[in-house]
């Protein structure tokens, strides 16, 4: 797998999981800005053994010349608290792409975890992984991780720098009070 963000954050451990795990304003931008529409969300559910699950569909328009200009997608995320409530959230997604050439073969699992380091600070983690529902040949598995990876880094590093301006942003309410 590959580790794309790394990063401690001046956000609490539970803003940083509404934002990034819940339908929040900054979430809704995020995926705008990515050009991803049609989203649409299952609430939380907890399926009784400490685990909660969600699903999400949402259509992603891609800028890569190679594969169409759009594909469907489901994300079914599953979450970990932490034993003590609110102090540390870990998410594991598994995306499927629909409409992508050997869209057969592979899926992606992004792990999220999201650690409190202070009260007001936490740390975001994100791991990926390319896996595959049957064996490609090695010339396919070449293109197929080639376009994930640059995808993915595009996609996370938007990210990244994206709750670096929400930090900002809340922090500069924070000076003025
Ligand atoms: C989620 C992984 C692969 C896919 C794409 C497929 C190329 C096809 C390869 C052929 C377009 C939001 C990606 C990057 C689309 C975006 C997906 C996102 C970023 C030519 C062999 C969407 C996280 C995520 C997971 C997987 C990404 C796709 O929250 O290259």
């Not at 053994?49 to 997608?73: C, D, E, H, S």
């Not at 034993?83 to 050439?101: I, M």
Request: charged share 25%; with cysteine.
């Amino acid at each position: 797998g590959r580790l794309y963000i790394n990063r401690v954050y001046q956000i609490s451990a539970e803003r940083m999981f509404q934002l990034l795990f819940t339908q929040s304003h900054f979430f809704v931008n995020f995926l705008g800005s990515r050009k991803v529409f049609d989203l649409e969300c299952t609430p939380w559910q907890s399926d009784g053994n400490g685990k909660q699950t969600r699903t999400l569909t949402y259509t992603i328009t891609i800028n890569n010349p190679l594969v169409g200009k759009f594909t469907t997608a489901t994300e079914k995320q599953v979450l970990y608290k932490g034993n003590q409530g609110g102090l540390s959230y870990s998410v594991e997604a598994e995306v499927l792409t629909h409409d992508v050439p050997y869209h057969d073969y592979f899926y992606t699992v992004n792990k999220y975890s999201i650690v409190r380091t202070a009260q007001d600070k936490c740390r975001l983690r994100v791991c990926t992984d390319v896996r595959y529902k049957k064996q490609p040949w090695g010339l396919v598995k070449t293109f197929i991780e080639r376009n994930s990876w640059s995808g993915l880094e595009d996609y996370f590093k938007q990210m990244e720098s994206d709750l670096m301006i929400e930090e900002n942003a809340s922090g500069s309410v924070l000076a003025e009070a």
